[in-house]
Every structure is written in C-alpha cells, then in structure tokens.
C-alpha cells in the first residue's frame, strides 16, 4: 500500500534534514572557533578517554619536572659549595705548609697566619651550612636551621637518612649530602682542625704534621663533590628524558583533541553550502497555493 505524502509529512522531513545540516554546521563552527575535535565525551568516547589518559601521563611527567627541577637546586647547590670548600681548604694547606717553617717566620708572619686560617674555618663553616629554600643542604632531613654549630662544630643533621627526589616512574635520586661525612664533626672536623692549628701557631708549635690531616679532609671533600656531580648528571639525563617525553605526549593529545585548521574550514564552507542549498530546495519544494491545498 502506498502511504498519501501530504504537506505535513513534506514539512517535517524538510525541517529534519535542516536540523541536521545545522547541527553539522554548528559542529564544525565549534572546532573552527576553539580548534578543539570535541567539546564533550559524548561526542567522541573512544577519543575522550585517551585524552584522559594523555592528561594523566602529561600530569605525572609536569610533576616529575618540578622534581627534577628541585633536585636540580639541591645538587647544583652542594657542588658549588663544595667546590668552594676545596679552594678554601687547599688556601689552608698553604698557609699551613708555610707555617710549618717556623724558624723562618716572626711572630707577627705566624699571627697573620693564624688570623687568616681562623678566617678560612668560619668561611668553610658557612660553606657547610648552606641552604636552599631554608634547608640545609648538608644536614638530611633535619630541619635544623643549620648542619654544624658554631663554635662545637657539632653535627645538626641525620646520619644517613637523606632528602630524596622521585625523578621518574622507576628512578629515585638522593639530593642532599652528608655534612659529617664530607665535613666531618665536632673536635674532629675541617673547622676545629684549622682553628687547632690556628692556636699551634700562636703557641709556636711545628704545624707541619698537619698537612696530612688537611690533605685527609680535602680528600673527603673532593669524594663528596664527586658524588654530589654523579647525582647532578642523572639528575640532567632524567631531565632530558623527560622533556623528550613531554614532548612526545603533547603531540599526542594534540593530535587526538585538536584539528586541522584548514581541513575544519574547508569542511565547514562546505557544509554552508549544503545548508543553504537544502534552505532553497526547501523553500521551492512546500510552495503550494489553494488549489493544490483542496486537490
């Protein structure tokens, strides 16, 4: 049986496939406008949830970056302190190897001597208890306001127990260093030794077996430096990794959520075109006058 089609049904068909020619155009004037694929997950699921699981990894390695970055602070902190500690304490061997020669210096060369070692102690001093962000960089994870107390020498941090980084999914990193084993502590540390040899001089004692004990501390010294630069390069490799990445998942969600900016326009000109072709057919096809109306 063939069903009457009457200007109703005409109407309404006509007014279906304009609805869906608009929405198709309002679709596309939407990415145009916000460059995006999709506005919600409905209209795209499969798509939504890789984007949501982009945005979970690019959150994870943003965080890694901020730990690198921090890590980055603490090592690169500690390896110029520590490099200063050494020219400091080399400055100490030779004024002690000059000392050493006491038959040769007055009373006055050897107190001058003895100032400037006393000088060189407070500055290592300072050197051991250098922070970042007001934590010290040598005491663990104390929160004591400084690794080494003034005129003790006592040792503030925690053996051991060091501040640590995660850095990737797999790899932690040790970012601080212990200042008593770089420094020593306490009647046995680098301070108290260039402020005892300080006080030899001034009695006028042969400081020349004390090269040794300085040479022992610039040799721990040296070895923490070197530690505190292995740290510095895995801390660097990490970085890079994790820019590269980075990198990798952007292009990722971008080429899930974005769109290409010249294929959407052209798509869109064209859906225009369909729009207001389908406006004109419609227009002509429901023209009808009284008779055909009655017919």
Do not use: C
């Not at 501040?163 to 009647?187: K, L, W």
Request: charged share 20%; no cysteine; glycine share 8%.
């Amino acid at each position: 049986m063939i069903g009457r089609i009457t200007s109703s049904t005409m109407t309404q068909q006509s007014l279906r496939t304009l609805q869906t020619n608009l929405v198709e155009r309002e679709r596309l004037q939407n990415q145009a406008a916000s460059q995006r694929a999709f506005r919600s997950p409905s209209e795209d699921p499969a798509a939504a949830a890789t984007t949501l699981g982009v945005h979970g990894d690019q959150s994870r390695v943003a965080q890694y970056a901020r730990n690198l970055s921090d890590g980055l602070a603490w090592v690169t902190t500690i390896d110029t302190a520590l490099g200063a500690s050494t020219d400091l304490l080399n400055r100490a061997r030779d004024l002690t190897s000059q000392g050493a020669n006491a038959g040769a210096l007055s009373p006055t060369a050897r107190e001058s001597i003895a100032q400037e070692l006393e000088t060189i102690s407070a500055e290592l001093l300072a050197q051991a208890n250098t922070t970042v962000l007001g934590r010290s960089v040598f005491a663990g994870t104390s929160d004591a306001a400084s690794a080494f107390e003034p005129g003790t020498f006592a040792f503030n941090g925690s053996p051991g127990d060091g501040v640590t980084r995660r850095i990737s999914d797999n790899e932690t990193v040790r970012v601080d260093y212990d200042g008593a084993q770089a420094f020593g502590a306490g009647a046995d540390s680098a301070f108290a030794l260039l402020r005892d040899i300080a006080a030899e001089l001034r009695g006028g004692a042969n400081v020349g077996a004390r090269l040794g004990d300085i040479d022992a501390r610039l040799t721990d010294v040296v070895a923490a430096r070197g530690a505190a630069g292995a740290r510095q390069s895995q801390i660097e490799r990490a970085s890079a990794q994790n820019l590269s990445v980075s990198v990798d998942l952007e292009a990722r969600r971008t080429e899930v959520e974005n769109v290409d900016s010249l294929e959407v326009l052209v798509r869109l000109q064209s859906a225009e075109l369909v729009f207001q072709s389908a406006l004109k057919v419609t227009a002509t096809s429901l023209q009808t006058n009284l008779l055909e109306f009655l017919r």
